[in-house]
């Protein structure tokens, strides 16, 4: 038997956070109003293309991801609330669990099979809500986007729900990866036109190649968006520099396909 420490816990009333107490809703609403003050002031943060956002129904946002100011600056693209997987551990007092529940997030078992983390998400945007994957699975460096993972592409296939890209423009400089300093940058986010699966793809089986196809897609259109996010917080991407085009890749090497494995990340 696992001791106290290591059990799981699940605020009482859901399994992972499909329901909000009113505490929650009124916690998380109070939260984004923070961080649009905060990130409006000192970073002088603005938002382009945020008639992309579906009003309503479930879909994948997909930024690339630079910064842990990453996760808590996409909340300013659209005022639903965001789903986040987020390691387990930080499920293991009762107020964790309450406050990373309220803020959107939803424990998955570090170490555990692909294939657990993506039922999981599975379920979320079967219940209708919106899912946050960072693509490249953990923060990167540089004016390149890295290898995409499948898993966004298999989860949209799977459900029948449209990926939405994103670019983060200058988060990296606001505070880059392994730094403990937040620089007061102008930071820009660029939301893309949605990316459907492919037709008939939902519930059923679909081709690794047709995986394949929609993430290379996706990953060509977050480039793009992130040189425009770049241009538009006045750092713009320098190219000249690159010697290889970035890649898609499967899901295969990482527990949570789409999850940033840093502890400072909350979901």
């Given amino acids: 038997m696992a001791d106290d420490g290591d059990v799981i816990i699940h ?4 399994e992972f956070g499909e329901q909000m107490s009113l505490g929650q809703r009124i916690f998380y609403r109070f939260m984004r109003g923070v961080i649009i003050v905060v990130t409006r002031t000192y970073f002088r943060a603005r938002v382009r293309g945020a008639e992309n956002i579906p009003a309503s129904g479930a879909f994948i946002l997909s930024p ?3 910064s842990n100011l990453d996760t808590p600056f996409i909340a300013l693209a659209t005022r639903r609330r965001l789903r986040y997987m987020g390691k387990e551990t930080l499920w293991k007092s009762r ?3 309450w406050f990373f529940t309220a803020l959107g997030g939803f424990p998955v078992q570090r170490g555990s099979a692909d294939r ?3 039922r999981i998400c599975q379920q979320v945007l079967q219940r209708g809500e919106p899912l946050v994957l960072f693509p490249e699975g953990t ?6 986007v890295q290898h995409f993972f499948d898993g966004a592409a298999f989860l949209a296939c799977r459900t029948g729900v449209p990926i939405v890209p994103v670019g983060l423009g200058g988060s990296e400089s606001a505070m880059r990866k392994g730094s403990k300093m937040v620089y007061p940058v102008r930071m820009t986010i660029v939301i893309g036109e949605p990316i ?17 196809a929609m993430t290379t897609e996706l990953s060509d259109r977050v480039q793009v968006l992130f ?3 770049q241009v538009l917080a006045g750092r713009p991407n320098d190219h000249s520099g690159s010697d290889s085009a970035p890649t898609a890749a499967g899901p295969g090497s990482s527990a949570a396909p789409g999850a940033d494995p840093d502890p400072t990340e909350p979901a």
Wanted: charged fraction near 30%; aromatic fraction near 2%.
């Fill in 11 to 14: 605020p009482e009333g859901h």
């Fill in 64 to 66: 690339i991801h630079r």
């Fill in 95 to 97: 107020f964790g669990a």
């Fill in 116 to 118: 657990e983390a993506m």
């Fill in 139 to 144: 923060r990167q460096g540089g004016p390149d």
């Fill in 196 to 212: 459907m699966p492919p037709p008939g793809s939902e519930g059923g089986r679909t081709s690794r190649k047709a995986i394949k």
């Fill in 227 to 229: 040189d425009e996010a």
